[in-house]
């Protein structure tokens, strides 16, 4: 038997000379096109960004700037554009006028007792609004929906009464308690609860796991981007709060910050220097619990908004 291999004729000398390969899927620059493309496409949204972003900085750099000043400076033609040489004068100022360094000790102690009392009542709370079947349960929420409707400045002469009959006027538990339980903590907290299912709680609870274990061991690694929204939102409010401790506290050593920085206004004397470099220093510590927590705080607020 034989064989017949088939040969491939060799190109002669009229046929077509090959052409230029066109760019393939896999070769380098063929997703440059669409790339630049849809950079030009996006850059006016990109412009905008960033001038957003300059002139939200711009009050952050006029603090800067005016807590390196003397104040008369600060009034003066034209406006300081660049840092002063005032720093330190102004800080020596502003910790003699208001003991500086103890109000942010006091602030901080504050902030965070609040902050770890508050959020464990808003996480129990939205648990058991959330996985717990007892009647009432809708009034229940909607009570505590209604109480965010109520202005602050409703609640300030009750509260103060109610302080005052206990013999707390002037102590930090009075500046805490009234306000541990946050409606919106609760409702947060709730909501993302929601979505944990069911079934891996009964699984927890048959193989022997109290509520508590299976609360604080199951359920609340998977709302952590929800918790430190939550922890966030929560230090803020009482590192921000500014009515409330002002009528509290009477004793200076005991002030927060927005209460010892409102000292500094006097009737026909305001030191903006210290203020702006008392703000400033103020605003460090939200600055970096906000650069710590900025992943799982964005992912916390946007748990919900997507499904599936």
């Not at 996985?131 to 909607?142: A, C, D, E, I, T």
């Not at 401790?245 to 002030?255: S, V």
């Not at 702006?276 to 992912?299: C, D, E, K, N, Y």
């Given at each position: 038997m034989t064989h017949t291999v088939a040969t491939r004729p060799a190109p002669s000398e009229n046929s077509a000379a090959p052409g230029p390969a066109w760019p393939t899927d896999d070769a380098?620059?063929?997703?440059?096109?669409?790339?630049?493309?849809?950079?030009?496409?996006?850059?006016?949204?990109?412009?905008?960004?960033?001038?957003?972003?300059?002139?939200?900085?711009?009050?952050?750099?006029?603090?800067i700037i005016a807590s390196t000043h003397q104040?008369?400076?600060?009034?003066?033609?034209?406006?300081?554009?660049?840092?002063?040489?005032?720093?330190?004068?102004?800080?020596?100022?502003?910790?003699?006028e208001t003991n500086f360094g103890r109000v942010m000790v006091n602030s901080l102690?504050?902030?965070?007792?609040?902050?770890?009392?508050?959020?464990?009542?808003?996480m129990m709370a939205g648990y058991g609004l959330a996985k717990f079947r007892?009647?009432?349960?809708?009034v229940v929420l909607g009570l505590i929906l209604v109480t965010m409707m109520i202005p602050m400045q409703v609640l300030l002469v009750p509260?103060?009464?109610?302080?005052?009959?206990?013999?707390?006027?002037?102590?930090?538990?009075?500046?805490?308690?009234?306000?541990?339980?946050?409606?919106?903590?609760?409702?947060?907290?709730?909501?993302?609860?929601?979505?944990f299912p069911d079934s891996l709680i009964e699984s927890a609870r048959i193989d022997g796991a109290n509520e508590?274990?299976?609360?604080y061991r199951i359920v609340l690694p998977v709302a952590r981007p929800q918790i430190a929204a939550l922890v966030i939102y929560t230090f803020m409010t009482q590192w921000?709060?500014?009515i409330w401790p002002l009528l509290m506290l009477n004793t200076e050593d005991k002030y927060t910050v927005p209460v010892a920085l409102n000292t500094m206004i006097g009737l026909s004397r305001v030191d903006y220097s210290g203020l702006m470099l008392g703000s400033l220093i103020?605003?460090?510590?939200?600055?970096?619990?906000?650069?710590?927590f900025q992943r799982q705080f964005i992912a916390g607020l946007l748990g919900g908004a997507v499904k599936g």
């Amino acid at each position: 038997m034989t064989h017949t291999v088939a040969t491939r004729p060799a190109p002669s000398e009229n046929s077509a000379a090959p052409g230029p390969a066109w760019p393939t899927d896999d070769a380098p620059g063929a997703s440059l096109a669409p790339r630049l493309l849809r950079g030009i496409r996006h850059l006016p949204v990109y412009l905008v960004l960033v001038a957003g972003s300059v002139v939200s900085l711009i009050p952050f750099l006029w603090m800067i700037i005016a807590s390196t000043h003397q104040t008369s400076d600060l009034f003066g033609t034209p406006l300081p554009v660049l840092p002063g040489g005032e720093l330190l004068e102004n800080l020596a100022r502003l910790q003699a006028e208001t003991n500086f360094g103890r109000v942010m000790v006091n602030s901080l102690g504050l902030a965070v007792v609040y902050t770890v009392f508050s959020s464990a009542v808003s996480m129990m709370a939205g648990y058991g609004l959330a996985k717990f079947r007892f009647r009432g349960r809708g009034v229940v929420l909607g009570l505590i929906l209604v109480t965010m409707m109520i202005p602050m400045q409703v609640l300030l002469v009750p509260l103060f009464q109610m302080m005052a009959s206990l013999g707390w006027i002037d102590s930090y538990q009075a500046v805490i308690l009234p306000f541990v339980a946050s409606a919106f903590g609760i409702f947060l907290m709730r909501q993302s609860f929601l979505d944990f299912p069911d079934s891996l709680i009964e699984s927890a609870r048959i193989d022997g796991a109290n509520e508590f274990r299976t609360f604080y061991r199951i359920v609340l690694p998977v709302a952590r981007p929800q918790i430190a929204a939550l922890v966030i939102y929560t230090f803020m409010t009482q590192w921000n709060a500014f009515i409330w401790p002002l009528l509290m506290l009477n004793t200076e050593d005991k002030y927060t910050v927005p209460v010892a920085l409102n000292t500094m206004i006097g009737l026909s004397r305001v030191d903006y220097s210290g203020l702006m470099l008392g703000s400033l220093i103020a605003t460090l510590p939200l600055l970096i619990l906000f650069l710590v927590f900025q992943r799982q705080f964005i992912a916390g607020l946007l748990g919900g908004a997507v499904k599936g």
